[in-house]
């Protein structure tokens, strides 16, 4: 009982935030909604180790209800509630624990398209103790929410007066995000991942109508940073396949 604090559902990982503790509380959540025509809720997860594992118990815990489940995977939870706004689901669930530490964790949930804190996870921590859950078994499906929440977030960022805007590049529709958005768009690299893979990552955004790309940590820590730089410019500039850009870092880091 103590994880249900004014805000959210945190704890220690292990200790208070187990699988079978996130199973509970959402199997009581989803009963919620088991009266509604074709409940759907949303489940999001952060970027901590324990999180798929915990977002797994969450997904198992709504579906036993006979409630239905959208994963949008892993997201902040500004976009777990973005999704939920988008699709018009019930509500949602983002297996979460913001800026504390990161053996903890926790949820937080959405009632519709609206806030559930307070008096709503007090009341929700008496039904998990009562027990009293619906039965069923909920569909399962996977979404992504990303080209719609780039798209509406650059070109809000251009109506406010943005001469340009540096977005992360998206796998789907990304070329909706640039062609969508009044000003140029620049792709930022984002985490490192191996040499190729970034090059690839490169060509696509640009071939998609990006203006231009801000690689970071994929050329600062590059085993060959000045070679890096180079095959990156010749896949921008040059329009050179990420296969050639590649050959070309090879032949530099030598």
Not at 133 to 152: K, M, V
Not at 222 to 228: H, K, L, Q, R, V
Request: proline content about 6%.
């Amino acid at each position: 009982p103590a994880i249900f604090r004014a805000y959210d559902i945190r704890g220690k990982v292990g200790e208070q935030i187990t699988p079978e503790a996130v199973r509970l509380i959402a199997r009581a959540y989803a009963t919620r909604f088991v009266d509604r025509a074709k409940p759907t809720l949303a489940v999001s997860r952060d970027l901590r180790t324990s999180s798929e594992e915990l977002a797994k118990a969450a997904i198992e815990g709504i579906l036993s209800t006979g409630v239905n489940v959208v994963d949008v995977g892993q997201a902040p939870t500004p976009g777990l509630y973005f999704a939920i706004g988008l699709w018009g689901l019930d509500g949602g669930m983002g297996i979460t624990a913001s800026h504390r530490p990161p053996e903890d964790n926790g949820i937080k949930v959405r009632m519709g398209d609206g806030p559930f804190f307070g008096d709503d996870l007090q009341a929700l921590k008496e039904e998990v103790l009562a027990g009293k859950f619906a039965a069923g078994q909920g569909s399962y499906e996977q979404r992504d929410f990303y080209p719609d929440y780039f798209r509406l977030a650059c070109r809000i960022c251009a109506e406010l007066g943005a001469h340009y805007i540096k977005t992360y590049y998206v796998e789907k529709d990304f070329e909706t995000v640039t062609s969508s958005c009044p000003v140029p768009i620049v792709m930022a690299g984002g985490k490192k991942i191996p040499e190729l893979e970034a090059l690839t990552m490169a060509y696509n955004a640009v071939q998609k109508g990006a203006a231009g790309v801000d690689m970071g940590r994929n050329i600062f820590q590059s085993d060959a940073p000045i070679a890096m730089i180079q095959a990156v410019r010749a896949v921008v500039h040059d329009n050179e396949t990420p296969k050639k850009a590649f050959d070309l870092y090879k032949s530099l880091k030598r």
